[in-house]
């Protein structure tokens, strides 16, 4: 409990030194960032601390960590000055306060709802056990006890971490400043993150509304347009937000419910549950028949809805998660950490769009038409989106680039010069986005390979609507809205383009197959004939056949891409024409719909190429980020309608919005009795993601706590496969292992060849009755530890005489003995 406090105040403090410079960066929004600040100020100090400690500037501890703190102390004090120098032109920050007190109030109230409701669901089910969470608790361990940067990589001892740690780093961070366990730490900064993406999501539906109820935001009287009257906008509208982005749910809970009621179940004839293709819900229902889902673990199917098969009919796993199942499963992983930044990034580009940052940057032979601090601000931004989560780089940058190029065409107009001024702020934007971030590039390396084609597994339709109807009902809705609103007929063109853009695609897809066969005919032949198929031919009339027999999913994508673009081209126009008109937060609602679609389209056609060898991780990372865009988009989209429509339409949509409502939380509602034990976890409330330990394992605990307070080193343990308990030890402890799990290691290399000889040598060390041979490792790895409990008794047929007779025991314990290299 006190580490839940002390982070609840070291956050706080934090968020409210940053305002000051938010407020500063952010004049164009009516909340001046305040929702944001925590997590700009986050942003901002480990991103000082990092690249001090990667220089040689600062140590891994406490005083590097103060320092990077008066570092950001400072540059928000020089905001705040020079604010106080422009009183003439922007109000004070005292009395934004006092003028917007209950926004304040709420933000506050929020995070510390968000926080609280994150630390209970982590406290019924705090275990780092099982998917990704021992490396993600390595991670953090091993930050902590790394001397300097680039911090070491707990699985594979003299090698630095090769992996995008940006987020690890910040939860290293506060632990240290508040004297928190790694493995406390774990649990409280999935927390964090929920609190901090709660108060993003609703500040940005905030400044959309206040945008669109004509709020004045307090900006320079150089940037400000044509005076328009305007209300304060609704403090509880915008909740909305973090209910669409975090709360709200696939549909898939809600089917288990039919399912297990047996509703649609029939053994002879059509059979609803067999056609929707969702592995159990494809079995019989249970008996007896009931309403609450009794499967093992039932809530991870949803994680799980698209289903895709090659050609000869084998399975081929597919990732789909959305925000409320990464928090509901406990994994600590980028795209979780990066949630409140990528919400900073879409801050940032509706700023952008809004006229906040309107000025002038000099390059040389470049005219940029943003201010410095923003330009600067923006790489900063991006870079730290490529170094968090890397996947989101390119999503981050076609948002703000879009809000450029908006912001543009309401300001000048439509010209061929607009793509050019595109160009221009790309290149140099992604060049200091680099730069600012190169000892990470450095250091980094991945199992990426290019780019594949996906020829014969699109989405179903039905498959589609349940990951995403939540969220697609309310959009089209809103898309419907707009459509007979509207004082213009939305063009055509957006129909055409968007038609156009889906058959290149589809072609380019297949003009990348045949390359691929003309200059690795070795794979493409190998490839050809695992689908089952005689010929490339008969794979194209195959492949062809199941595109078609799933045109539910593309089709709802085309017409998706086909409105928002219609809706969008044509209230650019309007704005081209009425250049004295404010921007409006529609076009920029429609820029994010788009680009969201283009994510989801993307996998239908495209996949990178990685060690999985199929799309899982691709429509994994593009899934998730389209359900932030699209979640705003909806929040959005159901404020406008719920202030606007009327009478018979009124009452109508707010009836189909509960009963949609009443679909998406059935899961949310359901699976956290089922993971939290009906908020009565059998072993008690705690925090601690390594209390287990002590619970199961007694005698591993002992010799984890002494190996936390020992001397830095080395230390060797038994090798194994992934997903398993091995790796224990570096994992629990932030020490250097020789190896940890080989399959993770491959990933952030993109092969084994760093590995090279370990497993073997490792099996060598603990079998050999030779001292020299055991001592020749030991040396090689610079062995200083070497542990010997259960799990290496049962991996290897252990020979322990030769380090009873030439090593010292620094720890026995029931079952564990660790020795220790002089």
Known sequence: MLHFFAWYVAITLLGWLTFPLAFRLFPALSDRGYSLSRALGLLLWAYVFWLLASLGLARNNTSGLLAALLALAALSGWALYKQETKRQSLLPIGQWVRANLRLVLVVEALFLAAFTFGAVLRAAAPEALGTEKPMELAFINAILRSPVFPPRDPWLSGYAISYYYFGYVM???????????????????????????????YGILYNLLASRSGAEPDLPSEDRKTPRPGSKPSTTLPLLGPLFLLLVSNLEGFLEVLH??????????FNFWAWLDMKELSQPPAQPLGWMPER??????????????????????????????????????????????????????????????????????????????????????????????TFEVLTSLAIILGAYLLQRLCQEGWHSERLVELIELAVPLTLLAGLLYLPFYLGFSSQAGGILPNLE????????????????????????????????????????????????????????????????????????AGQGVSGLAEFFSKAMQRRLAAAGGWLTLLVLLGA??????????????????????????????????????????????????????????????????????????????????????????????????????????????????????????????????????????????????????????????????????????????????????????????????????????????NWNMAEAIIRKYNIKYIYVGTLERNTYHLNTEKFQRFLPIVFQQGNVTIYAVP
Do not use: C
Request: glycine share 8%.
């Open 564 to 769: 928002t673009l219609s809706l969008l081209l044509g209230a650019a126009r309007r704005s081209n024409q009425e250049q004295s008109a404010p921007p409006s937060p529609t076009i920029f609602i429609l820029l994010v719909v788009t680009i969201g679609s283009l994510l989801v389209i993307g996998p239908e056609f495209l996949y990178l190429r990685d060690q999985f060898g199929t799309r899982m991780n691709t429509v994994f990372k593009f899934y998730y980020q389209a359900w932030f865009l699209w979640s705003l988009a909806a929040a959005f989209g159901t404020a406008v309608l719920l202030q606007s429509l009327q009478n018979f339409w009124n009452a109508a949509y707010r009836l189909g919005l509960a009963m949609l409502l009443i679909m998406a939380l059935t899961y949310p509602v359901l699976s956290l009795l089922d993971r939290t034990h009906n908020f009565n976890p059998l072993p008690g409330w705690t925090l601690d993601s390594a209390a287990y330990l002590q619970r199961d394992m007694p005698d591993e605990a002992a010799a984890l706590a002494y190996l936390n307070q020992a001397p830095d080193g080395i230390v060797v343990e038994a090798v194994g496969g992934s997903y398993t308990q091995y790796a224990r030890v570096a994992t629990h402890t932030g020490l250097p292992t020789v190896l940890g799990w080989p399959g993770h290691e491959s990933q952030w290399r993109g092969g084994l060849e760093d590995v090279g000889s370990r497993p073997q040598d490792i099996q060598t060390l603990y079998t050999t009755p």
């Open 296 to 389: 093992h673990w039932w809530w991870w199917r949803a994680s799980r809805v698209v289903q895709d098969y090659d050609l000869a009919g084998n399975f081929r796993e597919v990732i789909d998660e959305f925000p409320f199942f990464s928090y509901l499963l406990g994994d600590l992983h980028p795209h979780v950490l990066a949630t409140p930044f990528s919400l900073l990034i879409i801050a940032l580009a509706l700023n952008l769009y809004l006229g906040g940052w309107r000025g002038e940057t000099r390059l040389p032979g470049l005219r940029l038409f943003l201010q410095p601090r923003a330009f600067a601000f923006a790489a900063l931004a991006l870079g730290g989106m490529a170094f968090l989560n």
């Open 260 to 269: 297990r009621s047996g509703l649609f179940w029939k053994e002879n004839g």
């Open 457 to 528: 597994s699109p989405t179903r339709g039905i498959h589609l609507w349940v990951m995403f109807g939540s969220l697609l009902f309310p959009i089209f809705a809103y898309l419907l809205f707009l459509w007979r609103s509207e004082k213009q007929t939305p063009t055509a063109d957006g129909w055409l383009l968007a038609l156009g853009f889906m058959l290149f695609l589809w072609a380019f897809s297949w003009a990348l197959a045949l390359l691929i066969q003309r200059l690795q005919p070795g794979f493409a032949a190998q490839y050809v």
């Open 171 to 201: 939860a290293a961070m506060l632990a240290k400043i508040t004297a928190t366990p790694g493995s406390v730490a774990f649990n409280l900064m999935l927390a964090l993150v929920l609190g901090m993406g709660a108060t993003g999501a």
